[in-house]
């Protein structure tokens, strides 16, 4: 949504896979079908040598095609790595990015459900994305606080921006929010919520650091025994 038509009218389209998917299907078949034609040589032996170098326990989680963001790369997204392991991870698949990665993977130090994302084409682009997030509400959670704090010492939000994304989560139903609540699609039941799904830091050698807030809403038929 912050592209300008065509490009903005145009899905990225992805895969989420289980752990053990196995990587001749990813390289040979999942890929090529997400991207629409087979992948050269060098980028098949880039996603395998970035896939055999991915540590366990953490493992491949999602690829996508970014054919519609106007190159002919491939995105895979790493779920698992703590910040130290990011940088290890890199360390061995791409040496030059450290230098201008260290210092923003410190970022999420303490967070939980970390990604990494890299961009592959011929070579591994140079842009390269970490995220994370806590499956606590901030009313509850002080770390989506910190995390924030940080953003801000850092200069990649502003506190206006911090207590909008933090005062997001919430929930609203019939009882709360009468004129607004989609009566006749629904009835007067169940209940809308919203929630912070992750922040994400994409980081560029020749750019500013960009901070990415993802947000989550959907609808729930009956809400739950208890929320955290």
Not at 21 to 30: C, Q
Not at 35 to 43: A, C, M, N, R, T
Not at 73 to 89: C, H, K, Q, S, T
Request: aromatic content about 10%; hydrophobic content about 40%; glycine content about 8%.
């Amino acid at each position: 949504m912050d592209r300008e038509p065509p490009e903005a009218l145009m899905p990225v389209v992805c895969a989420k896979l289980f752990p053990d998917a196995d990587r001749d299907w990813l390289i040979g078949s999942l890929l090529p079908s997400l991207h629409g034609k087979p992948l050269s040589e060098d980028q098949r032996q880039l996603v395998r040598f970035c896939h055999e170098a991915i540590p366990a326990p953490a493992y491949l989680l999602y690829v996508f095609s970014l054919l519609s963001r106007g190159g002919d790369a491939v995105r895979m997204e790493i779920f698992g790595l703590d910040p130290p392991g990011i940088i290890a991870y890199l360390k061995r698949v791409a040496p030059g990015a450290v230098p201008w990665i260290e210092g923003t993977a410190d970022l999420f130090m303490g967070l939980e459900r970390i990604h990494l994302s890299l961009d592959l084409g011929e070579d591994i682009l140079p842009r390269i994305g970490i995220e994370g997030s806590f499956p606590g509400l901030p009313s509850r959670e002080p770390r989506w606080w910190e995390l924030f704090g940080r953003l801000v010492d850092r200069g990649l939000c502003c506190p206006d921006e911090r207590n909008a994304a933090l005062a997001w989560p919430g929930s609203e139903s019939f009882w709360t929010a009468p004129t607004t609540w989609p009566t006749k699609a629904v009835g007067p039941h169940g209940f809308c919520f919203r929630k912070l799904s992750h922040v994400k830091v994409v980081c560029r050698p020749d750019r500013e650091l960009e901070a990415k807030v993802y947000l989550l809403f959907g609808y729930i038929p009956e809400r739950p025994a208890a929320e955290s």
